[in-house]
């Protein structure tokens, strides 16, 4: 039976690769973005395109309403959509905070609410969030970011138990630094910011190091994510996380680690600065 995929953000990066990998093992791939003409490439390819943004409820119902239409089921929702407003908590306006919750947050909230009755129905479904390695252990000059992924982290650990009886999973993919336009977005967001001197070697770990940037000499490609994405989404049985590269595994490991000697090592890190 033909299995039909619903991915948001697909204008770049992870999204469009995540439609491509899915459209190859024959889906039915309903791409999203914002603006269509991003994604018109991935039209040309077989995918169905819809313009969706994840903060306008009635956009999502708009697209869910015509994919049950046109296929009478969404078999899995990747929610990919998100970016990443970085600074010092202090320094990040509630607005901005709120912004980044709206998009990384209340989008998935709003995306699931809206395909989780057809998949209650059905009794089958898989909810693929795209989440992070920071959205498990938190790094200065990242809070609101980490902050929206811990969030997000969090819910998909409840879902995943309130659902498990109605035959719906719920999985997390979890990668570090990935080579794509994100960092750039990242850098935009920053210079948002009205940037106090308390925070300089913040701000200077962010200009001077591309550990998080698509340049990052750990960074995995968008194609990486991509494979993991749909590992998760063509298993009958999903892991409940899928940590994507080895820097990304790594850095989870950290967490295991006393609060102590993490917050030491950033501190010793950000004092070389």
């Not at 990066?13 to 899915?22: E, Q, R, S, Y």
């Not at 850095?251 to 680690?257: E, G, I, P, V």
């Amino acid at each position: 039976m033909d299995k039909t995929v619903l991915i948001t953000g697909c204008s770049s990066g992870v999204g469009h690769a995540t439609a491509t990998a899915f459209l190859a093992e024959e889906w039915t791939v309903y791409a999203t973005a914002r603006n269509t003409e991003d994604i018109e490439s991935l039209a040309d390819a077989g995918c169905e395109t819809a313009s969706l943004d994840v903060t306008d409820a009635d956009s999502i119902s708009a697209v869910v309403d015509r994919i049950l239409e046109e296929q009478g089921q969404i078999d899995c929702l990747v929610n990919n959509a998100g970016y990443g407003q970085f600074g010092p908590v202090e320094d990040v306006p509630t607005e901005l905070l709120h912004a980044q919750f709206d998009v990384n947050v209340y989008g998935p909230h709003r995306m699931v609410r809206a395909v989780l009755p057809e998949m209650r129905e059905r009794g089958d479904g898989t909810i693929i969030n795209v989440s992070t390695v920071v959205g498990r252990v938190g790094v200065p000059g990242m809070g609101s970011y980490c902050g929206s992924k811990h969030a997000l982290e969090a819910m998909s650990d409840a879902l995943r138990v309130e659902v498990e009886e109605s035959g719906i999973d719920v999985a997390l993919v979890e990668p570090g630094p990935v080579s794509t336009e994100f960092a750039d977005r990242a850098d935009t967001e920053l210079a948002k910011l009205d940037q106090s001197d308390a925070y300089d070697a913040v701000y200077t770990f962010y200009e001077d190091t591309e550990l998080f940037g698509g340049q990052s000499p750990v960074a995995v490609s968008p194609d990486d994510v991509a494979e993991t994405i749909l590992e998760a989404g063509v298993s009958p049985s999903p892991d409940a996380r899928y940590p994507v590269g080895a820097f990304g595994t790594l850095a989870l490991k950290t967490r295991y680690l006393p609060d102590g000697v993490r917050d030491w090592a950033y501190q010793q890190l950000l004092r070389l600065l």
